[in-house]
């Protein structure tokens, strides 16, 4: 099994098929009914309830919840009835992965050549943790869950090992207890491994369950002569898994690696398209050695293990021909180091101002209203990888002319563009952001761009270069246009400078873009809906759509990302509002009102109704701040 679909029991030849013939009432709901552990006139109570929440959730949680069963019957309950169930109804019971996750894997599954069992699915396409799975699993069964490493293995069982049989069967022997040996199997159901154990090791067995991928690293070290990685093995491997994790990361698209350490394992995510995802694993044994080997190539102190390090570092990919620079951030834990590298991609293209995703009328006010002006703080505001910096440099693309001179300060350069002078930040040598910006407006520059806006100090010299007559296009950390503004007067810059010189505000976030290959029709549920203020009424005409899941888009349903705007540009009546210091409820009804200001929500209320991403994207990504207007509305002013 992978213990995952055998484990609970054989699976039928149609993983799609049902085994519950009232779909009002769970298969495990009726097991505890028939068992005795709830009655009729309870079921229907934990059903109405059900059906009166927000959230749908399973029956089975329900009933957990209003006490009517506690989790120790269930699982009694489970272990009682385990042949007459599939994993994946079970694992969805139990409220360990949504319906929606099940259909995901059920349909990867399917396209599946190896013909894999559900588990395996469900831990590939990153819908539940190989960990998790094995410990759910274990319970169900009635197994002990192990973690098993070659220091685990008692030496006198060393001798009978054979690791190409223990390879072949997934499983490996740990130690003696009763006259049997305790063994870690994958799958602890399948009748073909049990017996091979037996016979590899001459006795009865005591099975016990644990994670595929632990027991194959403890063959692996048996092969190896029982020897830990150490030495110039433990370099060559470490540099090997760096290697692959920043190779894989880029074949993938990711933004960011996430090297975690954990109580028993160091676990490696990857950040793609804005949201974590499960990459692998690494051992006890080789997690130091790997990080290590990051903190060496970052320039940072390998001998420091108790203060956070920044670094950075270039990496060639042989394979691609592509380079990327990395920023490493050390963290420590309490279970160790942590680490994250940011990649960014030197040979980044820059995209057409026409290109980045806003609305026709909302691109035509900002190249009038803000970029083809020429003095005034043009900012771009939003959370870290929220695509700030691509919005810049689109803008600084737009302005790039023979006529005009460019000069920017960055921290560091991450678009190479030519004809403009780029500094990039490099405080080793005190070339410091400070300093630099001292020095910039006597370069004769007529546009300025500053990577970020970071404290007073900045935000002075943004204002002050636009006062005396230069254009400065910068970035900001707010949550919203609005924000902008605000946080320019919490740095104590003056209202009247900010009205004077603030000509236009971005703000942006990236949602998730609906995986062009599996797209499909999707009706919005009340409760989506509700969420959002809206009625039936207010979406009319708009065509939503989900993913349904394939290779393409790894089954998440989502490829790539879509830039949602919300652009403020700063009339005679906002600027009033900023200097006789109003709240930014008034300021946001205003520039509504006046300026033509469409919220964060309401742009993305506009790309989900086209089918671009998906309405919980919105609601997941997306501050509310005020009931969005209705899309009718919100078409005619983005003019769709």
């Known amino acids: 099994m992978e213990p995952a679909t055998s484990a609970v029991a054989p699976q039928p030849a149609d993983p799609a098929g049902s085994t519950v013939p009232n779909p009002a009432i769970s298969q495990l709901a009726a097991m505890l009914q028939s068992a005795g552990h709830i009655d009729a006139v309870g079921l229907r109570r934990a059903m109405r309830v059900r059906e009166k929440l927000e959230t749908p959730q399973p029956l089975v949680k329900t009933l957990e919840e209003l006490g009517m069963v506690d989790r120790a019957t269930v699982l009694a309950t489970v272990r009682a009835n385990r042949a007459s169930m599939r994993l994946g109804d079970l694992l969805v019971e139990l409220g360990h992965i949504r319906e929606s996750d099940l259909k995901k894997a059920l349909a990867a599954q399917s396209q599946d050549k190896e013909r894999r069992k559900l588990g395996e699915i469900l831990v590939e396409t990153y819908l539940i943790s190989e960990q998790r799975l094995a410990e759910i699993l274990a319970d169900l069964l009635g197994f002990p869950y192990v973690e098993p490493r070659i220091g685990d293995i008692e030496p006198k069982l060393m001798p009978k090992i054979a690791p190409k049989w223990c390879n072949q069967h997934c499983f490996v022997p740990l130690s003696y207890a009763d006259n049997k040996v305790v063994v870690a199997f994958y799958d602890p159901l399948d009748m073909a491994s049990r017996t ?76 793609i398209d804005g949201a974590m995802t499960q990459h692998r694993e690494i051992s006890p044994d080789l997690a130091p050695a790997v990080i290590s080997r990051i903190k060496v190539l970052g320039k940072a102190d390998i001998a420091e293990k108790r203060r956070h390090q920044d670094g950075r570092m270039l990496f060639e990919d042989s394979d691609s021909g592509k380079s990327f620079d990395l920023r490493m951030s050390s963290y420590i834990t309490i279970h160790g180091e942590k680490i994250v590298l940011r990649l960014l991609d030197r040979r980044a293209e820059l995209i057409n101002i026409r290109e980045i995703g806003m609305a026709p009328r909302m691109m035509e006010l900002f190249c009038e209203a803000a970029l083809d002006v020429p003095t005034g703080v ?27 001179s460019i000069i920017t300060a960055e921290d560091p350069v991450e678009y190479v563009i030519e004809d403009i002078g780029q500094c990039s930040i490099n405080p080793k040598i005190n070339l410091t952001y400070e300093e630099t910006l001292r020095h910039i407006v006597r370069q004769d520059p007529d546009i300025i761009v500053l990577g970020e806006v970071r404290d007073k100090f900045s935000a002075d010299v943004a204002i002050q270069a636009a006062l005396t007559g230069h254009k400065v296009l910068t970035t900001f950390h707010t949550e919203d246009s609005i924000g902008g503004l605000l946080r320019l007067l919490n740095m104590n810059i003056e209202a009247f400078l900010i009205s004077s010189t603030v000509v236009s505000v971005v703000a942006q976030r990236l949602l998730r873009r609906v995986c062009a290959r599996c797209t499909e029709p999707y009706v919005p549920t009340p409760t989506e809906l509700r969420r959002l203020g809206y009625t039936p ?62 919220t964060l929500v309401e742009d993305g209320v506009h790309k989900a109704a086209n089918g671009h991403t998906s309405l919980n994207e919105v609601l997941r990504g997306l501050p509310r701040v005020a009931k969005p207007r209705g899309l009718r509305e919100i078409r005619r002013i983005l003019g769709d």
Do not use: W
């Open 537 to 598: 009424a207010d979406v009319m005409g708009a065509h939503f759509a989900l993913g349904r899941g394939c290779p393409e888009c790894r089954f998440t349903g989502y490829r790539g990302r879509v830039c949602v705007f919300e652009l403020l540009v700063l009339n005679e009546i906002v600027k009033e509002a900023i200097v006789a210091r109003k709240t930014s409820y008034e300021i946001r009804r205003l520039s509504t009102e006046t300026s033509g200001l469409v």
């Open 196 to 271: 091979a154990a037996q016979q590899m090791l001459a006795s009865e067995v005591e099975p016990a369950i644990a994670r595929k991928s632990l027991i194959q690293e403890t063959i692996e070290a048996i092969e190896r002569g029982g020897r830990l990685n150490t030495g110039a093995s433990d370099d060559n491997t470490a540099i090997a898994i760096v290697d692959s994790l920043i190779r894989d990361a880029a074949k993938m698209g990711a933004s960011d690696i996430h090297i975690e350490p954990m109580r028993t394992h160091t676990r490696v995510r990857y950040r």
């Open 378 to 404: 043009v900012l771009v505001t939003g959370p870290t990888g929220s695509g700030k910096t691509t919005t810049l440099y689109s803008c600084v693309d737009y302005l790039n002319t023979p006529e005009v």
